[in-house]
């Protein structure tokens, strides 16, 4: 799980499809290009990431609707990944995609080091591309962690680091549109408290439409909490639970109903989809095309999808851009 990747030269990117009523800077249609693979990219109708958050959801976390029991859906994480980016730049995610993730900045592994961040990538994705995708209006949002790369948060000081580290990178890469935290791999726990703190001083820092997201596990009760308690305070923008590395996201009906949860914590416009496109150990193109039909129908103002990843994508030819972008 979680195993976001974007393209430069050792990393990976996420191309998403967002859709969701108002207006906003379009951060919600993202796709996501990063150094140690090609995450998903995320495709979006009308509204993106980065518009105002607006009211948090008041709604209370319902228990798991599931297909299977409980224990055999939250998978072990997998090691990091490290895919190449076969030659592709952040400049060749297509135009259905509106928001690139850079996957990622990195620690020295799991609750290592002080909290801080680095971005080793500055020769593959560099800040020319980002920035040439960006002013072609792209959203480019920066991805914190991954599996192997997590770091639980505890105390004001490592948050410090972290909100400082952040900051020296978005500088560096002159600018970027929000944050994607995925720092909370493998159940090692964080504290919402520090994890709100942290995103308030982003926000202002950067102004009220840089986005807040994160790629949650979406069988992990942890992570629902979390993400409600963010949204609660005023500081999520979405959550894109990632329903890939593992077979069981490919019965019918199990997307669609497990979306069901995360709506009634979060709300519709605060949910997008995480799903994978051309790749071998994620729902099909044709499960995807269900799996958002049966979603959107019980939910027309989700946020709108991602896949995973951006390199498998090109390799099928954008046909998974193209097919689901005419979806919203």
């Known amino acids: 799980m979680k195993r976001r990747l974007f393209l430069t030269g050792s990393a990976g990117a996420a191309l998403g499809l967002v859709g969701c009523g108002g ?22 109708g009308a509204a993106g990431a980065a ?3 607006g009211e948090p959801s ?4 319902a ?20 895919p ?16 690139i993730y850079l996957f990622n900045a990195q620690n020295g592994g799991t609750n290592r080091g002080d909290g801080s961040w680095t971005w080793p990538f500055g020769h593959d994705v560099t ?25 639980s948060y505890t105390n004001r000081t490592q948050s410090t680091n972290c909100v400082n580290s952040i900051k020296s990178i978005i500088a560096g890469m002159g600018g970027v549109d929000g944050v994607d935290f995925n720092n909370y791999e493998a159940g090692i726990g964080v504290s919402a408290t520090e994890m709100i703190w942290i995103a308030r001083q982003l926000i202002a820092t950067y102004g009220p439409d840089f986005a807040i997201t994160t790629p949650a596990q979406p069988n992990s009760p942890e992570d629902l909490a979390l993400c409600k308690a963010m949204s609660d305070a005023g500081v999520l923008t979405y959550a894109a639970p990632q329903f890939y590395d593992w077979s069981g996201f490919n019965a019918p009906g199990f997307i669609s109903n497990r979306i069901k ?15 994978s496109a051309n790749y071998s150990n994620g729902p099909s193109m044709n499960d995807c095309i269900r799996e ?16 995973w990843s951006a390199q498998t994508n090109l390799s099928g030819g954008n046909a998974w851009g193209r097919t689901m972008k005419s979806l919203l």
């Open 84 to 99: 190449s980016t076969g030659g592709r730049k952040l400049t060749d995610v297509p135009l259905e995609f509106n928001v």
């Open 292 to 307: 958002w039909n049966a979603s959107v129908s019980n939910h027309p103002n989700l946020r709108g999808a991602f896949c």
């Open 23 to 44: 207006g906003g800077s379009g951060i919600a249609d993202a796709a996501a290009l990063g150094t140690t693979g090609t995450e998903s990219a995320t495709l979006a």
């Open 127 to 151: 800040p020319a591309q980002i920035q040439a995708v960006r002013q072609r209006g792209q959203k480019v949002i920066l991805t914190v962690g991954g599996a192997g790369l997590g770091f």
């Open 58 to 61: 008041t709604a209370q976390r």
């Open 261 to 275: 949860d995360w709506v009634r914590a979060l709300g519709e416009s605060k949910v997008a989809i995480g799903f």
């Open 51 to 53: 518009e105002s958050i």
């Open 63 to 82: 228990p798991a609707q599931t297909t299977q029991p409980e224990t055999q859906q939250v998978q072990p994480e997998s090691a990091p990944a490290q």
